[in-house]
C-alpha cells in the first residue's frame, strides 16, 4: 500500500472557483505534515504545513485529520496563477526521517 | 541568495559509465536529501542525511550511493547506470528540526 495516496485529477475550474483536494496516508506513525506545489517538472516549493488545527494561509486553507489519516487542501476564488501540481508531503520519524510524496494532483484553472 | 545547485542540470549518458551529480546548498542545513521523480510514481526519496558523515537509505537507494564529508555538499554517485535510472532528480535540505524542505532545480538524466 502507497504511503501517500491522492486523486491525480486532472482538476479543471474556472477563475474564482473553490476547489478542494484531499490525501490520506496509511501510517499512523507520520508526524509532519505538507502540502508543496510544483509547477511544470519544476522544483517542488513548500505551500504550506499542515497543522492538527487547521491553518490557512490567504486562499489556502489546510485541514488533517489523524483520526481518519487525511489531509486537504482548499483554494478559494482561484486565480490563473494557481494552476499546478499539489503534492501531499508526509514525514516519518519512526524509521529515520523520511518524506512519502503523494503523485500530485493537477489543477489548471481556466478563464 | 539562499538555494540549492545541482549540477549538471541535464545529462545524457550511457550503460555503466559512472556518473556523479553534485549537490550544495549554502543555508547551512544539516538535512540533506536526493529523490527522483517518475511519471505516476510522484517523488521518492533515494538517500538522506542528517549530518555530516550520516547517510541513511530512503525508499529506493539500489543502485545509488552518497557521500556527506561535508556540511554543504551531498553528491548522489550512480556506478553503474541503467536505463532504469532514467528520471528527474532532485536534491533538497532543510534544517534540522524544521522539516520544510528547500530544493535544487533538478537534473534530468537519460541512461541510454
Known amino acids: 500500500r502507497k504511503e501517500v495516496e491522492q486523486d491525480p485529477g486532472p482538476f479543471n475550474v474556472p477563475e474564482g472557483a473553490t476547489v478542494a483536494f484531499n490525501c490520506t496516508y496509511s501510517n499512523s506513525a507520520s508526524q509532519s505534515f505538507f502540502w508543496y506545489r510544483q509547477d511544470c517538472r519544476k522544483e517542488p516549493k513548500l505551500l504550506m504545513s499542515?497543522?492538527?488545527s487547521g491553518n490557512e494561509d490567504g486562499r489556502f486553507t489546510a485541514q488533517l485529520n489523524r483520526a481518519s489519516q487525511y489531509i486537504s487542501l482548499l483554494i478559494r476564488d482561484s486565480k490563473l496563477s494557481d494552476s499546478a501540481t499539489y503534492l501531499c508531503v508526509v514525514n516519518r520519524k519512526d524509521t529515520g526521517n523520511q518524506f512519502y510524496f503523494g503523485t500530485g494532483t493537477s489543477l489548471t484553472v481556466i478563464p | 541568495e539562499a538555494q540549492v545547485t545541482q549540477n549538471p542540470r541535464y545529462l545524457i549518458t550511457v550503460t555503466g559509465k559512472k556518473l556523479t551529480v553534485t549537490c550544495s546548498q549554502n543555508m547551512n542545513h544539516e538535512y540533506m536529501s536526493w529523490y527522483r521523480q517518475d511519471p505516476g510514481l510522484g517523488l521518492r526519496q533515494i538517500y538522506y542525511s542528517m549530518n555530516v558523515e550520516v547517510t541513511d537509505k530512503g525508499d529506493v537507494p539500489e543502485g545509488y550511493k552518497v557521500s556527506r564529508k561535508e556540511k554543504r555538499n551531498f553528491p548522489l554517485i550512480l556506478e553503474s547506470p541503467s536505463p532504469n535510472q532514467t528520471s528527474l532528480y532532485f536534491c533538497?535540505?532543510?534544517?534540522?528540526?524544521?522539516?520544510?524542505?528547500?530544493f535544487g532545480p533538478g537534473t534530468r538524466l537519460t541512461v541510454l
Open positions: 533538497a535540505s532543510s534544517l534540522w528540526g524544521s522539516d520544510t524542505q528547500y
Open positions: 499542515v497543522y492538527s
